[in-house]
């Protein structure tokens, strides 16, 4: 069949059409949900420990929510850096199925490199699921003009690498007070509510049970 300049033309029109036309992919996560058995890791800094209020930490307050183990390994103080450092040990000791990841709050009160931030966080959520883990990012606020925002770093990272992410919760916490045992930390109460919205997140996503 000969094919005329204006077959062409239409043949070529069509296949740019269906390329512009294609829907956008979205995030696919492993939905799968946990079990009694699961191990949840929770790893971070001073918000993970509980500074503040230590025994009311929200890795505490997240166990008797969602009614496995959830295992606080928060150091206060740590840059993500030494987070990214530290993480393989942790996660060969503990086998976790998840890991909620809130780091990166020093990097941020010391003005350190974003772009290296970023870069951590990204390899610790990649080291995870090269564990086998998910992962549940949290995102952390820096202190803007008048109040704390989440860096928007967070949510970004969070959509390129496919993962869970929550990123209002501290946000509320660190804007209120009376939520907060000092500047930075959070009390029982804010701890409290920490626990909730991470439970919030794992239930919505059929990764726990109601």
């Known amino acids: 069949m000969k094919i005329t300049p204006l077959k062409f033309i239409l043949f070529i ?10 829907p956008e992919s979205k995030p696919v996560h ?9 191990v949840v890791l929770s790893f971070g800094d001073s918000l993970t420990y509980g ?3 230590p025994s009311q930490s929200y890795p505490i307050q997240l166990q008797k929510l969602i009614t496995m183990e959830v295992v ?11 987070g990214l450092k530290r993480l393989p040990r942790v996660l060969k000791k503990y086998h976790p199925s998840l890991v909620i990841l809130c780091h990166g709050g020093n990097d941020l009160l010391q003005k350190k490199s974003k772009k290296i931030l970023k870069n951590n966080l990204r390899r610790m959520i990649q080291m995870s699921k090269e564990n086998g ?5 949290i995102g952390v606020p820096n202190f803007k003009m008048i109040r704390f925002s989440t860096e928007a770093l967070y949510e970004e990272l969070a ?7 929550e990123g209002n ?17 959070p009390n029982a109460q804010g701890y409290a509510l920490m626990a909730e919205a991470f439970a919030k997140v794992l239930k919505e996503n059929n990764l726990v049970r109601n």
Do not use: C, D, P
């Open 13 to 22: 029109s069509l296949i740019l059409v269906a390329i512009f036309l294609k």
């Open 30 to 38: 492993n939905n799968t949900s946990l079990n009694s058995k699961s």
């Open 133 to 137: 883990a998910k992962v549940l990012l």
């Open 51 to 53: 500074k503040g209020a």
């Open 159 to 165: 959509k390129e690498e496919q993962v869970f992410y």
């Open 169 to 185: 919760i501290l946000e509320k916490i660190e804007n209120n007070s009376e939520l907060k045992s000092n500047r930075i930390h």
């Open 72 to 82: 606080n390994a928060g150091i206060s103080g740590e840059t993500s850096s030494l």
